[in-house]
């Protein structure tokens, strides 16, 4: 790697994409001119709202509809009417006729009516109705003014009755509240920032690196300059390195400006409206950090946007590509918006997420180091790998020069009439995970154990058959519902439990550094410690899933994504394994177990393997749980029901003899498919 | 000089077998020379090129670029290999002058050496007066012009043309071909494709006729005349076609 000729390509690039009007107009243009017409309109805007009432006035009718009238109560509806007339803007009618009338064509803002005693016990009690147009803004504004003035009234008449009864008046005022405000100007100011800056510093970032992402590779493939690239002795990675570089400096540089620009405007809003920008400080070490910060995603987003113009044929296609990413990273970013969500340690890992919640954090200065390290290092690793990827994507001439006539989604090509093809996979895939969601949501919360076997058979294992009769397909071939040899079936004990153990061992080290919050531990609780039988609990949690989630899973939805190589389809039905059990904690022990599960299945050709091992698996966790008090148990157990890490030496080590030996003993098998 | 050895070059088909579009194809130029590959459209001329030019990487078989191997040395072929093709596009927003000097400086050559070489090539070409206008407002010719200079930035000892003069008018044509010439005169290596008979008589020293993937024939244009029997270049390359198919034919039956 000569990392001389990557900068000559950088420059290269960055010269081209400043002469480009419509790159400049985004990245530097739009940004400089919006954000102040933007606030102007905005101040004049709240400026006009705040003077409706100024400017317009505003007409108040009193109305006295008084039915006891004697000195006491007219001189309270004086007091109610002078009060009104005191308004600032305001003019208070008395008792003007046709009052309907004039409401109706807006003489009249609000009308306000004096009403007898409610009730004749103890001391007199007015009602006033007020009317008025809440939709309205000047409507909302003007009876602000009206109640406010109506509580100085109420007041002062309280305060005549105690001094008619011979009391203090200061009894009215029981409390007096005194706000103190611990916070400093910087963490006030950081608060707000700390919601609206990461939207909008993510947005930008992947807005910029997005304007000239698709213009780089799948441009040049479009405008047919790429092959005189490859030609020229610069190597793939180098070119790889230095359009990446491009990609990176136009998002940092956009969001660099925006965020100029939203500085420059706010503080000339600030002082235009007087308010002065004393004490509204920027915190500065803060905004360094989220910089330092920013690089990572800026990286990551500039690798992922290049490696979809690298997939790309021309920019069109590219564009497309990138409307989900631009979409999802979106949302990821609101969630600074959301007031309760905090940063800590596990969603540090999420990507665009994390910086998000950093830079809420750092704003108010309220972080750890290791959360920082965590968004750094975990935006880090995802980006060094969507750069090897791009790196790989470019060494792929498949990719590099893909006909017009591919169709665009590799996944959607294999066997496209067949219907056993990646793209119905994932439909299927996503249809039961909705009905998962809403249908077995909701039966599980009637009754949990009901509802979990309803949802198995109703939900995961009958729609798969009935789909393989409609469409006239044996079940026993399709779903490979054969019976395994004697000897695999005796393997299985040894493959799964050793399996289920290490995958216990590394979910409690996870648990550690991830710890899991405790709603979702009693949830887990809950699940296991049904007030049912023994036999109708192993009945629900192992049986059933073994069944109807292996014939799903091992079964149908493997068989979708078969065409490019059983290996893949292992992969990729593991995956939506662990998707589809919705809970981020059994993500990877799931997608670890459905592996292993999908390759028992694949390689043996027999769905009975899995079945059983799924069972065993399931079936060991609710042992564990049953009898962890047991004595006969304690030896395994450190705590209360995690396992002693030797335990998971012993069981890597069984787990991999078993393993080998269950290679070995299938290998003729698959040989003799392969023939098929 | 280059040097071929049995390469092939297969795709992966839609419906999962293979599609060889360059079939253990072996042959040799030397300096001073000018080499045609001839062939129909989609025989297989530009994927060999390819393969020279290390886009593309063959199944099997190798190829050495002045005793450079493009499994192994792909640095080192690129920089002895000069590439020019009838319809390279070219940075819109660049001058010649930056279009050039970029793939210069790709090609390692020195700032002072480019500056020379362009100024060299301008006066030569006739190029002076666009030399610092955007290529988005040449015309075709002066943009081929361009794609000239750019392609022997480096002084490279070996030329591969791919269908240098497709889809362009006569007159670029003809500074293309007399392009060529000019890196015949200069002991370069020359390979040409084509599927223009007229242009391979014309240009070539020897002709490689390429059908399918396979070499069905080589030689001068006097040596394919005489083992054809033919002298129209047209006819003599339909006679080896036509051989070609008869052959498998004979070989179907003896099955």
């Given at each position: 790697m000569n990392f001389k000729k990557a900068l000559i390509v950088y420059r290269k690039e960055l010269l081209e994409l400043l002469r480009d009007r419509r790159t400049l107009f985004t990245t530097i243009i739009l940004p400089v001119i919006m954000y102040p017409l933007l606030f102007m309109g905005f101040s004049a805007i709240m400026s006009r709202q705040s003077s409706i009432l100024e400017k317009r006035g505003a007409t108040v009718a009193f109305q006295d509809s008084l039915q006891t009238r004697n000195e006491a109560t007219l001189a309270v509806r004086d007091s109610i009417f002078s009060g009104l007339q005191r308004l600032d803007y305001v003019s208070a009618l008395p008792s003007p006729p046709h009052v309907e009338q004039l409401y109706k064509d807006k003489d009249v803002n609000a009308i306000v009516t004096v009403s007898d005693s409610l009730g004749n016990v103890g001391p007199a009690k007015y009602r006033i109705k007020v009317r008025y147009d809440a939709s309205e803004e000047a409507g909302r504004l003007l009876f602000g003014k009206i109640e406010k003035s109506l509580t100085a009234t109420a007041k002062n008449e309280v305060a005549a009755r105690l001094t008619k009864l011979k009391l203090d008046k200061q009894l009215i005022d029981p409390f007096r509240i005194d706000p103190v405000d611990s916070s400093t100007s910087e963490k006030k100011m950081g608060s707000v920032l700390g919601m609206i800056l990461p939207y909008i510093m993510i947005l930008t970032l992947i807005a910029g690196a997005a304007t000239v992402a698709a213009d780089l590779v799948a441009g040049e493939k479009e405008r047919r300059t790429l092959e005189t690239l490859l030609v020229s002795s610069a190597t793939r990675s180098e070119i790889v390195l230095g359009k990446y570089l491009s990609i990176f400096t136009v998002a940092m540089v956009n969001v660099l400006i925006n965020l100029f620009s939203i500085s420059f405007s706010l503080r000339f809003l600030l002082a235009q409206s007087g308010m002065g920008t004393q004490g509204l400080q920027m915190p500065v070490k803060a905004f360094l950090i989220l910089l330092l910060a920013l690089v990572p995603l800026a990286s990551l987003f500039a690798a992922v946007l290049l490696s979809i113009s690298t997939f790309s044929r021309n920019m069109k296609e590219a564009r497309t590509y990138e409307q989900p990413i631009m979409m999802i990273s979106m949302l990821l970013g609101m969630i600074s918006f959301v007031p309760s969500v905090q940063i800590n340690n596990l969603l540090a890992l999420v990507p665009v997420v994390n910086i998000a919640l950093l830079f809420k954090a750092v704003m108010i200065n309220e972080f750890t180091l290791a959360q920082l390290l965590i968004t750094v290092g975990s935006t880090l690793f995802l980006d060094v790998l969507a750069i090897w990827a791009t790196v790989k994507l470019f060494n792929t001439e498949a990719v590099l020069f893909?006909?017009?006539?591919?169709?665009?989604?590799k996944i959607t090509r294999a066997n496209k009439r067949s219907f056993f093809n990646s793209f119905y996979g994932l439909v299927y895939f996503a249809l039961a995970l909705a009905a998962l969601y809403y249908i077995g949501g909701k039966w599980q919360s009637k009754n949990l154990i009901y509802g979990l076997e309803q949802t198995q058979v109703f939900i995961i294992l009958l729609p798969v058959l009935l789909v393989l009769r409609l469409l006239k397909l044996k079940p026993k071939e399709i779903l490979r519902y054969n019976l395994p040899r004697w000897q695999e079936a005796a393997l299985i004990p040894f493959i799964a439990i050793p399996a289920a153990i290490v995958v216990a061992i590394l979910g409690q080290l996870v648990n550690l550094i991830f710890p899991y919050p405790p709603e979702y531990i009693a949830a887990m609780e809950k699940l296991f410690n049904q007030d049912v039988s023994l036999a109708m609990s192993f009945f629900v949690i192992a049986v059933l899933p073994g069944l109807c989630e292996e014939t799903l899973f091992r079964g149908f939805l493997i068989r979708f994504f078969e065409g490019h190589s059983a290996r893949n389809a292992v992969i990729i039905s593991a995956l939506l394994f662990a998707l589809f059990h919705l809970d981020p904690f059994r993500f990877v022990p799931a997608f670890l177990l459905g592996l292993l599960l999908g390759y028992l299945t694949v390689r043996s050709g027999s769905i009975v393997n899995s079945m059983l091992s799924h069972m065993i698996n399931n079936g060991l966790a609710l042992f564990i749980v049953t009898f962890a008090g047991k004595h006969w148990l304690k030896p395994l157990l450190s705590g209360k029901d995690s396992f002693h890490w030797w335990v998971g030496v012993i069981a890597l080590a069984v787990f991999v003899v078993a393993i080998g030996i269950f290679h070995k003993i299938t290998a003729p098998r698959e040989v003799k498919q392969c023939a098929e | 000089m280059i040097k071929v050895e049995a390469l092939v070059k297969e795709f992966p088909k839609k419906d999962g077998t293979s599609f060889r579009a360059v079939d253990e194809v072996s042959f040799e130029a030397a300096h001073g020379e000018i080499v045609c590959l001839l062939g129909v459209n989609g025989a297989g001329k530009t994927t060999t090129m390819r393969i020279f030019s290390t886009v593309f990487q063959p199944q099997s078989g190798n190829a050495w670029i002045e005793g450079h191997s493009i499994l192994t040395e792909g640095d080192k072929v690129r920089q002895n290999l000069g590439f020019l093709s009838g319809d390279t596009g070219l940075y819109a927003r660049l001058n010649p002058r930056e279009f050039i000097t970029y793939f210069g400086r790709l090609y390692g050559v020195a700032d002072g050496a480019i500056e020379r070489r362009i100024e060299d090539m301008a006066k030569l070409l006739d190029m002076h007066e666009f030399l610092d206008k955007k290529l988005e407002f040449l015309s075709t010719g002066m943009k081929q012009k361009v794609s000239i200079v750019r392609s022997i930035i480096h002084d490279p000892p070996v030329m591969i043309f791919d269908e240098p003069t497709a889809g362009l008018d006569i007159l670029t044509a003809r500074n293309i071909i007399s392009f060529i010439r000019d890196c015949k005169q200069r002991e370069k290596c020359v390979l040409f494709s084509t599927h223009i008979m007229r242009e391979a008589e014309r240009l070539a020293d020897r002709i490689i006729i390429i059908h399918q993937g396979k070499i069905l024939a080589s030689g001068t244009l006097e040596a394919l005349r005489g083992e054809s029997g033919m002298t129209d270049l047209d006819d003599v390359f339909v006679f080896f076609v036509n051989q070609a198919a008869e052959e498998i034919k004979v070989a179907a039956n003896e099955f």
């Open positions: 893909r006909k017009e006539d591919d169709s665009s989604l | -």
